[in-house]
């Protein structure tokens, strides 16, 4: 059965960093997309944002339009580690982040940011103070 696990949630100032992971056990990497969400304050988990995804082969990242030119996502096949930098952060981009896996024959090649993703790990909290 395939788990995630974020880390590297914290609590930073505005327009500080930080560097989500997102290790996944039991599945063979390339053949997962993994994509990052986050759920604000306030809203539900069906409201969850997504964030950016990231193809089985590392390939074809894809982002929202909030966080394009700020964030980046990249991942270690070798270490089943999937990682969102985080730059430039404000106080909107506070949030609980869980990253979600799914897996598709095109998976390995492209991702699809608000395809029906089958496995969710528990989420790191982040908050951004001003």
């Known amino acids: 059965q395939l788990q995630l696990v974020e880390s590297g949630g914290d609590r930073v100032q505005d327009g500080g960093s930080l560097r989500l992971s997102c290790v996944a056990s039991?599945?063979?990497?390339?053949?997962?997309?993994i994509g990052w969400f986050r759920q604000a304050p306030g809203k539900e988990r069906e409201e969850r944002e997504g964030v950016s995804c990231i193809s089985g082969s590392g390939g074809s990242p894809i982002y929202a339009d909030a966080v394009k030119g700020r964030f980046t996502i990249s991942r270690d096949n070798a270490k089943n580690t999937v990682y969102l930098q985080m730059n430039n952060l404000k106080p909107d981009d506070t949030g609980v982040y869980y990253c979600?896996?799914?897996?598709?024959?095109?998976?390995?090649?492209?991702?699809?940011?608000?395809?029906?993703?089958?496995?969710w790990g528990r989420g790191t909290q982040v908050t951004v103070y001003s």
């Open positions: 979600a896996a799914y897996s598709t024959p095109a998976a390995t090649r492209m991702c699809i940011l608000w395809y029906q993703y089958s496995d």
């Open positions: 039991g599945l063979t990497s390339e053949h997962y997309a």
